[in-house]
């Protein structure tokens, strides 16, 4: 079962803010959120994280709901070197990785 | 670069066929993990090893083994190759077992023919 939804594609304006969204309805108490992305056929690229605090870093900043059902992953100001896919991932830190795989994620296109 | 090194960057071998692909970890990170991704699967977690032990097993097929050396580099071996194989496999390291803290490599692309 998908922990996660996300759109499979976006475009954004080069310069403009990327406002990326997550569903995760069914996300329990002591599961993170967190952000990958994947720049065409190459390793994944850790983005940023959070368990329900709002978090920012240099990449990006994430915002969780209230409620953990949901969250958005901003690109303050996008730029071609953007282009990716972003994967939102939940997991916990205990999980086993057995049972962790990596969505669809979102196919995020920044043009000029 | 990240600091995860993996070879060679391609392969391209014939079904029924066995290969080794290698992975050298961050300086300092202790852990290792393997991921296949193929398009029509995504990124599937395969193994991890952490200092020369397994530890965790995903989606990993009977016909693939791994190791991690005592110098920390890993080897993924998959043998009996099927078309179905062709594939990116990555590789991750870790310095424990936080998923924040994982590096991929730019990872193997192998192609069975």
């Known amino acids: 079962d998908a922990k996660t939804t996300q759109p499979p594609s976006m475009d954004c304006a080069e310069g403009r803010a990327a406002n990326l969204p997550c569903n995760h309805s069914t996300i329990s108490g002591n599961e993170y959120v967190y952000w990958y992305r994947q720049i065409h056929s190459q390793g994944p690229q850790y983005i940023i994280h959070g368990l329900k605090n709002n978090e920012t870093n240099e990449m990006a900043s994430l915002i969780i709901t209230e409620d953990r059902k949901s969250s958005t992953l901003i690109l303050p100001h996008a730029t071609l070197r953007d282009t990716a896919v972003y994967y939102c991932?939940?997991?916990?830190?205990?999980?086993?990785?057995?049972?962790?795989?990596f969505g669809a994620g979102t196919q995020v296109v920044v043009t000029p | 670069d990240s600091g995860v090194t993996q070879t060679p960057k391609h392969l391209i071998t014939a079904t029924g066929q066995r290969v080794t692909l290698r992975c050298s970890p961050r300086s300092g990170d202790l852990s290792v993990y393997w991921y296949q991704q193929s398009l029509d699967q995504g990124l599937q977690f395969l193994i991890q090893y952490y200092n020369g032990e397994e530890r965790a097993k995903g989606n990993i097929l009977e016909r693939f083994s791994a190791q991690q050396f005592p110098d920390l580099h890993s080897e993924l071996n998959l043998s009996s190759l099927e078309l179905g194989d062709s594939a990116l496999y990555f590789c991750?390291?870790?310095?424990?077992?936080?998923?924040?803290?994982?590096?991929f490599g730019s990872g193997t692309r192998l192609t069975v023919v």
């Open positions: 991932i939940v997991r916990a830190q205990t999980d086993s990785w057995g049972k962790f795989q």
């Open positions: 991750a390291s870790s310095e424990d077992s936080y998923f924040y803290g994982y590096t």
